[in-house]
Each structure stands twice: as structure tokens, then as C-alpha cells.
């Protein structure tokens, strides 16, 4: 797929519809933040997207962010369809704090490629390929951004080719691969969106927890079928003996390796890279990613 070359190869940009901003002000902004976020959001560099999550105090997922700091503002960039329930429960923390929150009307694009900077936009790697995080106010910005994209040598892309391209980087996406019911180690994020360093924030208890004294039960994976079949969205994951230990939550056919990659929620001891699994009749085994 041209797009996933585009993203190995120059930059491949996508609009995200189904992100929308909010926009934090005050003094306090970013230590209200980070008393509310996986991430530190303190120790940030101005200008950078940072990847995080909004947990609950039992430490249960509510949401994935990018978060963005500015000379005067914090901008998150949250999952739209629940920004409006995201907002109600934050405001429930902001007591004496001086910080405001409020919607953004950004629209969000993200590339993905080592000349994603050339675009313009915050760094913001999601893939391990290189990219930027860019917030388009206008048409005219909209319209300048995407002319900007072939001089760059890269393509304009859709949700099919950001689909290819995240499964093949192992990147697992809210409200598809995990959800309000996941904690930050059953969606393997614990590295890409937790830091252990950082104060207390809320949740921090219960996830610090699990990774000091314990394993989470199931836990995503990526995998890859071995020659043909293609396993969809809520096939059921079995061992090799056939007993169940598992579900699909995405897969797409790679372009890069010619069979279909997918991530699955399975068993803690079904997780390691290469062990083998059934998917209805299609032979498959998890990798370690990215590929």
C-alpha cells in the first residue's frame, strides 16, 4: 500500500476526525494535569507531544491523550466521542487549582515518517517511524498543510491506510483494541504512556501496583498468520490444543509482509513473541514488534 511506504519512507498524513482538542489555562495547568495523567506533563519540553492516558482512581483506563504544551496553554487531544463525559469528570478535580479547561475546535492531523517535522506541527513519534502532531485551526491552514505534503515526498492518507500502517507498528487504538474496562498493562502501554518517575497522580496506586508486585491476566499482543487467511474483529483466539484464550480486536492485511498482522487480547501466558495460535482455521503465532 503506497501509503504505508509514504510511512517508512518520507511521510504519510492523516486526519483524525475522531480527535477532538480541549484547552487548559492558568498557572496551574500543567501541575493539575499531571496530578490527573500517566504521562508527566511537568517535565515536558514546551513544543512536543507526549503520549499519556486519563485513568480512573481504581486505575482503569478513561481515555488515551496527546498532550502539547505551549507558552500559555496545554492542549489534549482526546477521543471526540467521549470528550464531553471526559471534561465532567476532570472539572470534578479542579477545586482550588488556577487552571480552566475548555473545548478546542482544532482539527487534528497526524503524520507519521522521518520527514513528518517538515510539515510543521509538534514531534510526536506513535510508531517508532517518526511523526508530528499538527492542529489545523482553518481551511486555508488545512489546504496549506496538505500542499505541503508532496514536496516532502509523502502522500495525503485515509483511515484504511492508518489502519495498515499502526497494526504493523503494534499501535493499539482506543474503543478497538481496549477500552474503559482496560488497564494500562492489559493494553501494553505501560512503557509508551506510563511514567513511574513522576508525583502521584490519580489511579497512580492501582497501576504502579501491577507492575511492582504483579502481572495483569491478558494482556495485547500482535500477531501474524502463517500463509493464508485473514481473522477479523472478535474471532476467537485458541492454543494449539484448541482451547480458548483469547479474541482479535483488529487485523489487516500488511503490505510490508504479505499476510494479515492483528492484535489480540489474550492470556498472560499465550503472550511471549512467537507463540503459536489458531484463529478459526487460519494458523497464526505473536511477534515483536514493530515489523
Not at 504493523?168 to 482506543?174: D, Q, T
Not at 490519580?202 to 500463509?227: A, I, N, P, T
Amino acid at each position: 500500500m503506497e501509503q504505508v511506504k509514504a510511512a517508512r519512507e518520507s511521510v504519510l498524513l492523516v486526519p483524525h476526525p475522531e480527535l477532538a482538542t480541549l484547552v487548559v489555562t492558568g498557572a496551574d495547568r500543567e501541575t493539575w494535569l499531571n496530578g490527573l495523567l500517566t504521562c508527566d506533563v511537568v517535565k515536558a519540553r514546551e513544543g512536543e507531544a507526549i503520549y499519556g492516558l486519563a485513568v480512573t482512581q481504581k486505575g482503569r483506563v478513561i481515555a488515551d491523550v496527546l498532550v502539547l504544551k505551549h507558552h500559555e496553554d496545554v492542549v489534549v487531544v482526546v477521543p471526540a466521542r467521549i470528550r464531553d463525559e471526559l471534561v465532567t469528570q476532570l472539572e470534578r478535580y479542579l477545586i482550588m487549582e488556577d487552571a480552566e479547561l475548555a473545548k478546542g475546535d482544532a482539527n487534528v492531523f497526524l503524520a507519521h515518517g522521518r520527514r513528518s517535522t517538515e510539515l510543521g506541527g509538534a514531534p510526536c513519534d506513535r510508531t517508532g517511524l517518526g511523526g508530528a502532531l499538527l492542529l489545523v485551526a482553518s481551511d486555508a491552514e488545512r489546504d496549506a498543510l496538505i500542499a505541503a505534503v508532496g514536496p516532502a515526498g509523502g502522500v495525503v492518507g485515509d483511515e484504511a491506510g492508518w489502519e495498515a500502517l499502526r497494526l504493523e507498528r503494534g499501535v493499539p487504538r482506543f474503543g478497538v483494541d481496549f477500552d474503559e474496562k482496560t488497564y494500562p498493562q492489559e493494553a501494553s502501554l505501560e512503557k509508551r504512556a506510563v511514567s513511574f518517575d513522576k508525583g502521584c497522580y490519580l489511579g497512580q496506586e492501582v497501576v504502579c501496583m501491577l507492575e511492582l508486585r504483579g502481572h495483569v491476566k491478558r494482556k495485547l499482543v500482535s500477531f501474524v498468520v502463517d500463509g493464508e487467511g485473514a481473522p477479523t474483529s472478535g474471532e476467537i483466539v485458541t492454543d494449539r490444543d484448541g482451547a480458548e484464550i483469547g479474541k482479535v480486536s483488529s487485523a489487516v492485511e500488511s503490505p510490508t509482509l504479505g499476510h494479515t498482522v492483528g492484535i489480540a487480547m489474550i492470556k498472560l501466558a499465550h503472550t511471549a513473541p512467537g507463540t503459536a495460535l489458531r484463529i478459526g482455521q487460519a494458523h497464526a503465532h505473536t511477534i515483536e514488534l514493530p515489523v
